[in-house]
């Protein structure tokens, strides 16, 4: 038999000339020479609520799997790998970074601890190829959708980062509902060599203008802070954009930056719901709620900067940012969904030991069935949490934050 690194050289090595349907077959044959018996490789749609599997040779009519209810969405739902009863079968979640893409079904007749760290590094090699190919393979991309994208959602998903990013220091994930019809919301997040950038964008109406504003939006916030601009200029540059080619759109706005050495968050907010903020388990109110600059899209912003607020967080928290179609959601009978409930379920879903990714996944199921199913609004939820891998200088609990106004001729700060 082949070594394990051996294995896995040849694995990549082929995979540079694979299609993305060739490459659940490819998989296969690197599970067999590993050891296992067979493999599947599922991805989870778009609303992650099924896994979707792959083209694999020999074998039809694969059925799709419940995230909630599957030994696989088991695997998939706590990135733990899930064994059958009988042993011979094995759930490995497929992670890129922490990014949840799906899950490698590996069966063997009775795998040991080694081999099944074997497989879930295959998995992890796995979910890489699926990342690499993505971009350019449209089977892919259709199994994770389960019918028909708007052309607006098209333009906005095309511009999407991956729904979950982090490092040792800090995780950010993100929802975007309805997924399949998205009009005018969209979210960015990265991480530079400071930390972490956010933006969250709610772009009025919900037509194709409102997805082009918005990914005009998105584009001119990215070529701002890629050129070394501030939030400040990221903010300006949005509203001249929308300014000067969307005449009669405005657009909501967060705009942040959390420096990950000493949880310094810096934010502006232009008409959109404030921040929450959650500490040890519960929503410390009006903690983030500062009076919001005006929204972006008529140049208001020339006459008068935007300002920047900013406080310290401590290790630990977490920092909600979401639109205004999350808490104005109304069910049939038109009860709304609200701030405090938004809060609670992000709160017990987190408590219960759920990632991040997990606890909006259970939220934006709820805010579905809150309006059964049937959002009458984009609804965006993006959840930051700062763990930081090192000990931080001990702070006073209360730490002031501060506003600071930036002017082309420099910063000035002053006591909140």
Not at 47 to 76: F, H, I
Not at 149 to 154: D, G, I, N
Not at 173 to 178: D, G, I, K, W
Not at 333 to 347: C, K, P, S
Request: hydrophobic fraction near 40%; proline fraction near 6%; glycine fraction near 10%.
């Amino acid at each position: 038999m082949s070594t394990f690194e051996d294995v896995l050289a040849d694995l990549l090595g082929r995979s540079h000339l694979t299609s993305g349907r060739e490459l659940a077959g490819l998989v296969g044959d690197a599970a067999r020479r590993m050891g296992f018996e067979g493999t599947a490789m599922y991805l989870a749609d778009l609303q992650q609520m099924r896994l979707v599997a792959l083209p694999q040779p020999g074998a039809t009519g694969q059925p799709t799997l419940d995230v909630d209810t599957s030994l696989a969405g088991l695997a998939y739902r706590t990135q733990q790998t899930q064994r059958s009863r009988d042993g011979g079968t094995a759930w490995l979640p497929m992670i890129d970074g922490v990014e949840r893409l799906g899950v490698l079904m590996v069966t063997a007749p009775a795998p040991d601890d080694a081999l099944l760290a074997r497989g879930a590094a295959l998995a992890g090699v796995a979910a890489l190829l699926v990342m690499s190919k993505s971009s350019h393979s449209d089977l892919l991309v259709e199994a994770e959708r389960l019918r028909a994208m708007t052309v607006q959602a098209e333009l906005l998903w095309a511009f999407l980062p991956p729904r979950t990013i982090g490092t040792a220091d800090v995780t950010s994930s993100a929802v975007l509902e309805p997924a399949y019809d998205i009009g005018g919301d969209t979210f960015d997040h990265t991480l530079d060599d400071r930390g972490l950038h956010l933006t969250v964008l709610d772009s009025m109406g919900h037509d194709l203008a409102s997805g082009g504003a918005s990914a005009a939006g998105l584009a001119a916030c990215r070529a701002t802070r890629r050129s070394g601009g501030s939030l400040t200029d990221i903010v300006s540059s949005i509203d001249r954009i929308l300014d000067a080619w969307f005449t009669d759109r405005l657009m909501t706005a967060v705009v942040a930056h959390l420096d990950t050495s000493d949880g310094r968050l810096d934010w502006i907010n232009c008409g959109h719901p404030p921040p929450l903020l959650i500490r040890h388990g519960r929503v410390l109110p009006q903690v983030l709620a500062r009076e919001p600059d005006l929204p972006l899209g008529w140049n208001f912003l020339a006459a008068s900067p935007p300002t920047e607020h900013s406080v310290r967080l401590q290790p630990g928290d977490r920092v909600l940012l979401y639109s205004d179609g999350v808490t104005e959601a109304r069910s049939p009978e038109g009860d709304l969904y609200g701030e405090e409930r938004l809060a609670d379920t992000v709160i017990r879903a987190t408590a219960a030991g759920a990632p991040a990714p997990e606890a909006l996944r259970r939220l934006i199921q709820g805010l579905r069935q809150h309006q059964d199913h049937k959002l009458r609004d984009d609804a965006t939820i993006l959840l930051m949490e700062w763990h930081p891998s090192t000990p931080t200088p001990r702070r006073h609990p209360a730490t002031p934050a501060r506003v600071v106004r930036r002017h082309h001729g420099g910063e000035a700060g002053s006591g909140e």
